[in-house]
Every structure is written in C-alpha cells, then in structure tokens.
T-cell receptor, first 114, second 113 residues
C-alpha cells in the first residue's frame, strides 16, 4: 500500500496570503488528522476528520480550517498568513476509529511565510 | 495542562551503548502511549505503542518501552545504539476523554562513533 502523501512538499508564501495543503491518506483509511510542527511549540494537533466530518479540533484560530472529501482526501487551508505560521504541517491517517489505532504520518509540507 | 513530558531535549550516546529516552505522562487513567521517531525532513514513524495489554512493549529496530503505572512513565530503551538511530524521538499520548494525540517536546538522539 502506498503511504500517506502530502502536496506540495515545500511552499513559500508572503504575509496576508492564503494557502491550501493537500493530504491523501492510505487507501481505506477514513480518518485524517493534521498537525503543526515548529521549533518553539513542537507538535500540535490541529484537527481530525472522519468520513468528511470534523471530529476533533485543537486550539488554533479560525484562520486554520480543513475539509475532507468523499474519497478521504483532506485539505487544510490557512488564510491571512502570519510569519508565525511558518512550520512543517504533518498529516496522518488511520484505518479505524479506535483511539489506539496507529496513525501513519506523511512526510509533511514545509510552509515558509515571508 | 501538559500531558506528556520528555526529560532531556538532547541525549548523546556512544555506538553500542544503551539508549534510554525518558517519558512521563500526567493522567489518572492510564492512556494510550506511543513512541515515534522522526528523521530529518521526514514525517513521523511509529516505533511502538502501549494499549493496556502487556506492560513491556517491543517495537521496531530493537526498541522497547515499559509502561510503569506507579511512576507514570513510558521510557524507551535500546540495548545497543547504532549510528542509524540518530534522530528525534517523540513520546505521545491519547487520553481517554480526548481524541487528539499530544506529543512531548521531543528528544534528539546523537550517536557517537
């Protein structure tokens, strides 16, 4: 099976712009979670989608949003970019709904905001 | 509130030496616990997980971790370090009352020849 894929791998934007990141989960996986990784704050949970519904949300401002499509692919959008949004954005998928089900991570999208 | 704490942001060992990376969680109910490894410019790879079965969990690449409820710990060990083990290691927890995964700050492991 192919792993979790994320596109693009690298992105450079300027302040005020918006950006959309894409994640394709492992085939058959219906849960997709997004995380932000920065040197200062570490790994922080953004949100999780399951069967096109947001199931859980972390403590991020409303500029961060996401959605999931019927084929389980997910997109994350950040509007009005700020310098502090520069980070590695990781997507993870899992096959079941159980809390202990393993999450498989993609390679991430590195976003740089200038 | 901090759910998981990793003691030591940097650990350096010699090749062949014991690797010990520390992780403590804060929860009155034993959560699900995970160890992930991240190599440069890559995503996270699961090493092992604790799901309330055996307290000693064996993972990939020779790593193992022991869940100790009395100490609220889940330390990661490997008997003999290899150069390829150099990476960043993250301990993570999922609490029963919350579906999101919370990560520790990470420990960067350096292996000296």
């Amino acid at each position: 099976k192919a792993g979790v894929t994320q596109t693009p791998r690298y992105l450079i934007k300027t302040r005020g712009q918006q950006v959309t990141l894409s994640c394709s989960p492992i085939s058959g996986h219906r849960s997709v979670s997004w995380y932000q990784q920065t040197p200062g704050q570490g790994l922080q949970f953004l949100f999780e989608y399951f069967s096109e519904t947001q199931r859980n949300k972390g403590n991020f401002p409303g500029r961060f949003s996401g959605r999931q499509f019927s084929n389980s692919r997910s997109e994350m959008n950040v509007s009005t970019l700020e310098l502090g949004d520069s980070a590695l954005y990781l997507c993870a998928s899992r096959g079941g709904q159980g809390l202990s089900d393993t999450q498989y991570f993609g390679p991430g999208t590195r976003l740089t905001v200038l | 509130a901090q759910s998981v704490t990793q003691l030591g942001s940097h650990v350096s060992v010699s090749e062949g030496a014991l690797v010990l990376l520390r992780c403590n969680y804060s929860s009155s109910v034993p959560p699900y616990l995970f160890w992930y490894v991240q190599y440069p410019n890559q995503g996270l790879q699961l090493l092992l997980k604790y799901t309330s079965a055996a307290t000693l969990v064996k993972g990939i690449n020779g790593f193992e971790a022991e869940f100790k409820k009395s100490e609220t710990s889940f330390h990661l060990t490997k008997p003999s370090a290899h150069m390829s083990d150099a990476a960043e290691y993250f301990c993570a927890v999922i609490l029963y009352n919350n579906n999101d995964m919370r990560f520790g700050a990470g420990t960067r492991l350096t292996v000296k020849p």
